[in-house]
């Protein structure tokens, strides 16, 4: 079974969502885990559906929206999958400008380990702005310009360093159904701290595997 890789934009949503709509997917989640599960077992779809509903005290129709979402994606992606967004669509807005050398100089203040707080990073590129004359724009532009344009693995790489981003790769699941006896051998070796002629001539220290 390949390797999955994992969905950076995913983990950014998942990451920038609340508690509270994060809680609400992992609800979510558990009850299209319980649908999976019945599934899995051979029981008709709508009597799946209609039996975890009404465990659940949910409808049917919303745990089959949930499920049909997910369905296709890594269990470990569903809960980003599911966390609920406004149904208003967003209006494409104009980019306020910020010179090139203000937003160099706000990155380099807020991606580095120290992770000092975006407000602190934007107040700092203010007054350094004032100083060489740079044309700034609010808070709510930087905002939204490093969530835009930054991807969440490089912030996360400056900020918290690349343990935190090997976090991000989900671990790696792997099950002995389909290997057949002698398919895959584990073992280990000990060399002898004595040395002997080999039949070739050559005089080593054997080693002993196991």
């Known amino acids: 079974m390949p390797e999955q890789k994992p969905n950076f934009e995913l983990a950014r949503k998942l990451n920038e969502a609340s508690d509270k709509a994060r809680d609400k997917a992992k609800v979510k989640v558990e009850v299209c885990l319980q649908l999976k599960q019945c599934l899995d077992q051979d029981f008709p779809l709508m009597t799946a559906l209609n039996n975890v509903a009404k465990a659940n005290n949910i409808s049917a129709g919303s745990l089959k929206n949930w499920y049909y979402k997910v369905k296709d994606h890594p269990v470990h992606d569903w809960q980003a999958i599911l966390i609920g967004e406004s149904g208003k669509g967003k209006k494409p807005s104009r980019k306020a400008f910020i010179e090139q050398e203000a937003w160099d100089c706000f990155l380099a203040d807020y991606l580095r380990p120290e992770k000092p707080d975006l407000r602190a990073s934007y107040r700092r590129t203010v007054e ?64 002898h701290n004595v040395f002997v002629k080999w039949h070739t001539g050559e005089i080593v220290r054997p080693k002993t595997w196991f």
């Open 128 to 191: 350094i702005a004032k100083h060489y004359g740079w044309k700034i724009a609010s808070f709510q532009t930087f905002q939204r310009r490093i969530v835009e344009e930054v991807p969440y693995e490089v912030i996360l790489l400056k900020r918290e360093g690349a343990n935190a981003v090997a976090k991000l790769v989900p671990s790696l699941q792997r099950t002995v159904r389909d290997l057949m006896a002698g398919e895959w051998i584990n073992g280990d070796g000990y060399q």
